[in-house]
């Protein structure tokens, strides 16, 4: 289920297409030298974002680092408009492309201030055994939810 409870109508009309969407302050300390969000910042958010998708669903594949587990393979962020504090953003994110051991979840930033779409991302996640140290084929469980849910 979309975490959308309390969302402005503008928030949850502009992220429609996301299974989860993720509301995050943004801090005077995200501000460089420049006067706008730091580049690095929209990375740190499509991870809280991918966290929260991640428990959305049910699966053997958790967050405690032993057994089988998500690794991040990629990142991608795609700057729209320049940010500024004082303002929150919202990541919509949404599950595109799956392979054997991999799916690629898509991020919109979405600011509350200028009630836009402000950056562009994509995340590839890996199903990885920590044990073997190896990828492993996406649980099938966690498949079918990921189908079920996917764009």
Known sequence: MPIRDG???HVTSALTDYRTITSLP???GNMDA???VNNVVYVQW????????????TSDV???GKGI????????????????FPDTVHIGSRTARMGRSSVDIEHAVYSE???KTVALGTSVMVVFDYAANRPVRIPENLRQQIQGNAG
């Open 7 to 9: 969302l402005p109508s």
């Open 26 to 28: 943004v801090q005077w």
């Open 34 to 36: 420049f006067g706008h």
């Open 46 to 57: 499509f991870e809280s974002a991918r966290i929260d998708l991640l428990d959305s669903w």
């Open 62 to 64: 958790t967050m405690d």
């Open 69 to 84: 587990g998500p690794i991040l393979a990629s990142i991608k962020c795609d700057y729209k408009r320049q940010l500024h």
């Open 113 to 115: 201030h200028q009630q």
